[in-house]
C-alpha cells in the first residue's frame, strides 16, 4: 500500500489544465469473502418490504467494492424504510438521522458509497416519463450482516440502490411493482445517465444523474507522526516524511465526482525500491516507471473497484493512458507499511514518470500540479 508523498517543488511559472476519463470493466469488483448466516433472535429481523433475513449457515459473499461505472452498468432498484422501526435497522450513516418514507432518499452500495463520499449528494432518477430528486443518505453495506446492526439481515449485494417509498411513488411504479427490480444505470457526476428500468412486466425509459458537492467529504481522523527509523522513508521524488508528533487528517472519502473535479497530480516511483514502498494493492506486484500506471486516493480507488480500469489524462496538448494499480492511502500512514510517509491527501491522482513524460511537462516541473478530472 502507498501513502501519498507530496513534493516540495512549487509550480509557480507552469500551470497545465489536466483531465482524465475512466474506461471501465464491470467484472473487476470480485468478492473480498464471505461470511455465515446466524439465525435471528425471536423479535429480530425486520421483514418490512419483504426483506430478507439470516439463514443460520448459509454462506453469503462480500464485497468492499462495487462495479465499475459504465454507459451500461448494471444495478438493482431495491425497497427500503429509513424511519425509525423501519427495516432499514439504525439510523442513517450520512447523519446518524432517521428518514420519513416520504422523502425521497436513497442508500448506495458500499463501494459506490465511496466511504461517505456521496453523502448528501442528490440523484434525480427519471423513469415512467417521471423524475425524483433523491438524497444519498447511508451505506448500503456489501462488507458486512447477519448481526444485530445489521437487523440479522444478510449483506448487501454490490450493485444496490437503495430507494424509499417516497422515490418508487415519484417515479409512478405501481406498488404492487415494488420491490427488487433490476434496472440498468450509468452515473456519471454533473451529467444524465440513460438506462431501462425493468418494473415486473413493463419496461419504463429511465435516466439518472447526479449533483454533487466536493465538500460533502469530510475528515475521519486524525493519526500522530512517528519519526522514521533509520533508513527509512524514500525520499525519491521529494516525497515527505512523517514528522515525530505532528496531527495528519485521515478521509475514507474523497470529493464527489463532478465534470470539472478538483485534484493534485503527484508523481510516483511504483517500482521495487522506489519511494511507492511495497508492491501495488491491485495485482502485489511493481510496475516500472517507463510504464503508465497511477494510484487514487482511497475513495475514489474505491477498495478497488477501478483496478486494472484505463484512465485518460490529458494536459498541455498531449495525453496518455494510464492503467489504476494501486491506492493513495487516506486513511493511514507514519508506519513501515506505509515507509513511514503520511497519509496521502483525499484528492490525489498518483502517477509514474511515464505520466508526466507523455504529458510533455518539463522534468523541472515534476511533483505537484493542480488538474481536474471526470469520469468518461
Known sequence: MKSFRFGNLLLV?????????????????????????????PGQCNQENDSDCCVQGKSYTTYKCSPSVSSNTKATLTLNSFQ??????????CDNQYHSDDTPVVALSTGWYSGGGRCHNNIIISGNGRSVRAMVVDECDSTMGCDEDHDYQPPCRNNIVDASKAVWKALGVPEDNWGNKERRIARKMKSSIVGTLL???????????????????????????????????????????CVQGKSYTTY???????????????????QKGGDGGGPS??????????????????????????????????????????????????????????????????????ASKAVWKALGVPEDNWGELDITWTDA
Open 199 to 241: 418494473l415486473g412486466l413493463f419496461i419504463v425509459s429511465a435516466t439518472f444523474s447526479v449533483e454533487v458537492d466536493a465538500q460533502s467529504c469530510r475528515p475521519s481522523g486524525n493519526i500522530r507522526g512517528r519519526k522514521p527509523p533509520p533508513g527509512q522513508c524514500n525520499q525519491e521524488n521529494d516525497s515527505d516524511c
Open 252 to 270: 475514507e472519502c474523497s470529493p464527489s465526482v463532478s465534470s470539472n473535479t478538483k485534484a493534485t497530480l503527484t508523481l510516483n516511483s511504483f
Open 84 to 93: 425509525k422501526g423501519g427495516d432499514g435497522g439504525g439510523p442513517s450513516e
Open 281 to 350: 494493492e491491485c495485482d502485489n506486484q511493481y510496475h516500472s516507471d517507463d510504464t503508465p500506471v497511477v494510484a487514487l486516493s482511497t475513495g475514489w480507488y474505491s477498495g478497488g473497484g477501478r483496478c486494472h480500469n484505463n484512465i485518460i489524462i490529458s494536459a498541455n496538448g498531449q495525453s496518455v493512458r494510464a492503467m489504476v494499480v494501486d491506492e493513495c492511502d487516506s486513511t493511514m500512514g507514519c508506519d513501515e507499511d506505509h515507509d513511514y510517509q503520511p497519509p496521502c491527501r483525499n484528492n490525489i491522482v498518483d
Open 13 to 41: 511559472l507552469f500551470i497545465i489544465s489536466a483531465t482524465f476519463s475512466l474506461k471501465v470493466d464491470a467484472q473487476s469488483c470480485r468478492p473480498s469473502g464471505n461470511i455465515r448466516g446466524r439465525k435471528p433472535p
